[in-house]
């Protein structure tokens, strides 16, 4: 085993780290893989104020007492080590979301990651891999708790270079989109419509929608929701942080993380498109030029703005309320000084199918794996419990629902009776967009897409890491209340 670390050198990191810029990164220490050796990265969980705006301070669950997380530049194929402290009174698991990495480090307890203790630490070692832009979160039930799992301050964006880099690019500014002060609310979720395919598949609709009128009918009420007090980009309210300081002519390569624990976000720049290089860390077919970005809980995307706009600008999102809150990060252009204007764009659509190759071909998968969704409305104590072929994910129910093995292509064809959008998530894999909404597309790696209400989707997935692994929705409310599936392989 390895030495704790003194208070004293605990103080000492935490004052460095909360020195830091937000916008850069630490370099890692040298790389040192010995059990008893210094670790390339140091991660202490514990209870810390967090200011989104001066005399707008909260207190929440952090690494390393700062919010986002620090952001930890790792090289592709290369070991690192990482002491993890938990300074809080529960358990606690940090996933590396996005990476091929094994069961005994994913940071899930339903694959089996040991649990960081309260008041212990873990040293974990892995390689990683693929390159891009991953993150770090907690992964544990929040259920009621608004101030537990994703909902605290557990996020952190995380960069794998890759082994060459060709990114024709000046400078690259990493953005993580995150609320805070969450509220428990009963007022039904707001419908949203950017999603390209909007024509409900009717068959979903009618099961849901004849379940949603069923439990009404009964007296109840709809299920719980939350919503949130503030918003912050990189942990600081719209106008409270440092602008963002460009020149004409630069080429930004700005890596945007929704850390958010349950919401959608969009972000748009006024006057300005975004050519999108990367979704989920994974390079793009071919890049597309957008007026504006979606994301969905614990999605990413890597786009490059060419500063062609000179002004002084509110990078925020389509939200009018949300921005108003707080959504939002200044964008001010040397030598302009000026209040920062909103504008919206025209409107958008996203369609994921156009962002791969839309006349695709994909290799026939070796099985298929027909899974659909459906909401049972405020089942669970007034929360609307989820299940996936009719098994909600509990303590008692964490059996294996597919059997995979090693080397197979595996196909999920995913039906969403419900209608909510729900950001669906595959651990230590990532998966290949096939079918969007009746529309093929492939090329497209992520990890994590929104499924559309009443809508279906097929994305296409490799065996290639042993090891149980989970599904689940990436909408905390969701997977907390049974949006988890688990594949084995045999
Ligand atoms: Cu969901």
New binding site residues.
Partial sequence: MYPMRSRRNFLKAAGTMAGASLLSCEPPKATQSRDDGPADYTLTIAVTPVELAPNHIVSTTTYNGRFPGPLLRFKEGKQVTIDIHNQTNTPEQLHWHGQFVSTDVDGSAEEGTPYIPPHGSRRISFVPKPSGLRFYHSHVRAGSDLSAGQYAGLVGPVYIEPKDNPGNYDREVFLTLKEFEPTLSRGGDMDMDFLASRTPVQGLKDTGEGAMKASLAKGMPHGFEVGYGSFTINGRMLGQGEPIRVKQGERILFHVLNGSATEIRSLALPGHMFTIVAMDGNPIPKPKTVPGLWLGTAERISAVVQMDHPGVWIMGDLSDDDRNHGMGIVVEYAGMKSKPQWIAPAPFKWDYAHLGNVDGVVPSPDQVFDMTFAKDNAAENGFNR?TINNVSFSDDHMKPMFQVKQGKRYRLRIRNASD?I??IHLHRHSFELTRVAGQVTSGMMKDVVMVGGYQEMEVDFVADNPGLTLFH?H?QL?MDFG?MALIDYV
């Fill in positions: 989820w909510d729900h950001p929705c909408q969701h949006f």
